[in-house]
């Protein structure tokens, strides 16, 4: 059995791996317009790339780092995927060119989902059932307080030390977390359990993953969701900035985002066991599309300025997000359940798809911005519309259906 430390220092110190990717994306918010301003004077929009070259960079990561701690165990793999977000915070951090700046990201982002990815079968190696549903349950809720508390911490280093701060904070962090994990985690992969790094194994598992069709609708459908959240976080910085002369208030009402969506997540917990998984993934979409629709025509009737255009933008938001909860984690739920000799690999691979995938929504949607938000409240349309007519098409034959209380859906 691997040695495990107390469960509550443990938790600890996995909230605190997890939360390096939401402060990684959150924190870099209110730095945006500096970078724009320094790296990018010709084309602001561009600054948005920083954002979405992180999350590219994560969906490789989150590819490879899976399959890699099967073979060399949890904490190396953790350690080094440490190391890389490291060196490109680094690079990052002193890049006098966007290129420069978008290469570092990259790197960092492949980095930070090594932790992310690799905790969850940390856990998985140390605890079953309840103990290990306890666990999970209470690092993804700080995961979710982090994007309210990283723009506000961001705002406050970059006054006193500018953008460049902001990436000594992220080494800060990780070293933090490299040197708790060196110094009191043993390995968790019992020697027993690892696996060979075997080329035919591999592709055997991608061609037994995405040749299942139902599994192929809820990955396109997670990337569908994932690139209308990306989208709008790559341009909220700067509709609240541009759009409503809000820049100065932008960390705190974002916090105050952060904090009311977070009620999805109390929400979906008390339904799913009562409705079922395809019911709530059914409204959510239905809510961001409804939202979307509604924004969207305030918009165009000309109420998207002063404060109704910024009432009508925060409470669509706070929709976008809160719907999160009723559809990230029961489509990845539902994508998992044929799979579990695979469940591993398969996490891996259908995260990365659709992590990566969403960079071609967000990117073009961030870059198309145009000093409002109907580019984003389009998207939103677009992408839960496709969502729901998407998951229509889902195989109810092989679904997960029947009655909760019997079947977990």
């Given at each position: 059995?691997?040695?495990?430390?107390?469960?509550?220092?443990?938790?600890?110190?996995?909230?605190?791996l997890?939360?390096?990717?939401?402060?990684?994306i959150?924190?870099?918010l209110?730095?945006?317009?500096?970078?724009?301003?320094?790296?990018s004077?010709?084309?602001?929009?561009?600054?948005q790339l920083?954002?979405?070259?992180?999350?590219f960079?994560?969906g490789?990561?989150?590819?490879?780092?899976?399959?890699?701690?099967?073979?060399?165990?949890r904490?190396?793999?953790?350690?080094?995927?440490?190391?890389?977000y490291?060196v490109?915070?680094?690079?990052?951090?002193?890049s006098?060119?966007?290129?420069?700046?978008?290469?570092?990201?990259?790197?960092?982002?492949v980095?930070?989902?090594?932790?992310?990815t690799v905790?969850?079968?940390?856990?998985?190696?140390l605890?079953e059932?309840?103990?290990?549903?306890k666990?999970?349950?209470?690092?993804?809720?700080?995961?979710?307080?982090?994007p309210?508390?990283?723009?506000?911490?961001?705002?406050?280093i970059?006054?006193?030390?500018?953008?460049?701060?902001?990436?000594?904070a992220?080494?800060?962090?990780?070293?933090?977390?490299?040197?708790?994990?060196?110094?009191?985690?043993g390995?968790?992969?019992?020697?027993?359990?690892?696996?060979?790094?075997?080329?035919?194994d591999l592709?055997?598992?991608?061609?037994e993953?995405?040749?299942?069709?139902?599994?192929?609708?809820y990955?396109?459908?997670?990337?569908?969701?994932?690139?209308q959240?990306?989208?709008?976080?790559?341009?909220?910085?700067q509709?609240y900035?541009?759009?409503?002369?809000l820049?100065?208030l932008?960390?705190y009402?974002?916090?105050?985002?952060?904090?009311?969506?977070?009620?999805?997540?109390?929400?979906?917990?008390?339904?799913v066991?009562?409705?079922?998984?395809?019911?709530?993934?059914?409204?959510?979409?239905?809510?961001?599309l409804t939202?979307?629709?509604?924004?969207?025509?305030f918009?165009?009737?000309?109420?998207?300025?002063?404060?109704?255009?910024?009432?009508?933008?925060?409470?669509?938001?706070?929709?976008?997000f809160?719907?999160?909860?009723?559809?990230?984690?029961n489509?990845?739920?539902?994508?998992?359940?044929?799979?579990?000799?695979?469940?591993?690999?398969?996490?891996?691979l259908?995260?990365a798809?659709?992590?990566?995938?969403s960079?071609?929504i967000?990117?073009?949607?961030?870059?198309?911005?145009?000093g409002?938000?109907?580019p984003?409240?389009?998207a939103g349309?677009?992408?839960?519309?496709?969502a729901?007519?998407?998951f229509?098409?889902?195989?109810?034959?092989?679904?997960?259906?029947?009655?909760?209380?019997h079947?977990?859906?």
């Amino acid at each position: 059995m691997p040695r495990r430390l107390p469960q509550l220092e443990f938790t600890v110190l996995l909230a605190l791996l997890f939360a390096t990717v939401a402060f990684s994306i959150d924190a870099m918010l209110p730095g945006l317009p500096q970078i724009a301003a320094e790296l990018s004077p010709d084309d602001v929009n561009r600054a948005q790339l920083v954002l979405t070259s992180f999350v590219f960079g994560m969906g490789f990561g989150t590819l490879v780092s899976g399959p890699i701690s099967d073979h060399f165990g949890r904490k190396p793999v953790i350690l080094a995927g440490l190391g890389l977000y490291i060196v490109g915070a680094v690079i990052a951090g002193l890049s006098n060119t966007m290129e420069m700046m978008l290469v570092g990201r990259a790197i960092q982002g492949v980095g930070g989902a090594f932790p992310r990815t690799v905790g969850v079968a940390m856990v998985r190696d140390l605890y079953e059932g309840r103990e290990m549903a306890k666990i999970t349950s209470f690092v993804m809720t700080i995961f979710m307080i982090v994007p309210a508390a990283a723009p506000s911490i961001g705002a406050l280093i970059i006054s006193d030390f500018g953008w460049h701060g902001i990436f000594a904070a992220f080494v800060f962090v990780a070293v933090v977390g490299a040197t708790w994990l060196g110094l009191r985690q043993g390995e968790t992969l019992a020697p027993e359990n690892h696996r060979r790094l075997n080329w035919t194994d591999l592709s055997s598992g991608v061609k037994e993953v995405f040749g299942n069709y139902n599994v192929r609708i809820y990955t396109v459908i997670l990337m569908l969701g994932f690139g209308q959240m990306f989208a709008i976080l790559s341009s909220v910085q700067q509709i609240y900035s541009e759009t409503y002369n809000l820049e100065n208030l932008f960390p705190y009402l974002f916090g105050a985002t952060a904090i009311l969506s977070a009620g999805g997540a109390i929400l979906n917990g008390k339904l799913v066991g009562e409705k079922g998984m395809h019911f709530l993934i059914r409204l959510g979409y239905t809510i961001s599309l409804t939202a979307s629709v509604v924004a969207l025509g305030f918009n165009l009737m000309g109420i998207g300025t002063g404060t109704p255009g910024f009432v009508v933008f925060f409470l669509w938001t706070v929709a976008m997000f809160s719907i999160n909860a009723f559809t990230f984690g029961n489509l990845n739920a539902l994508a998992l359940v044929p799979l579990g000799r695979l469940a591993g690999l398969a996490n891996s691979l259908i995260g990365a798809v659709f992590t990566m995938g969403s960079v071609l929504i967000a990117a073009p949607v961030g870059l198309a911005f145009n000093g409002t938000p109907i580019p984003v409240m389009a998207a939103g349309i677009i992408c839960s519309g496709l969502a729901l007519i998407l998951f229509r098409f889902e195989d109810s034959a092989t679904a997960p259906h029947g009655a909760p209380s019997h079947h977990g859906e």
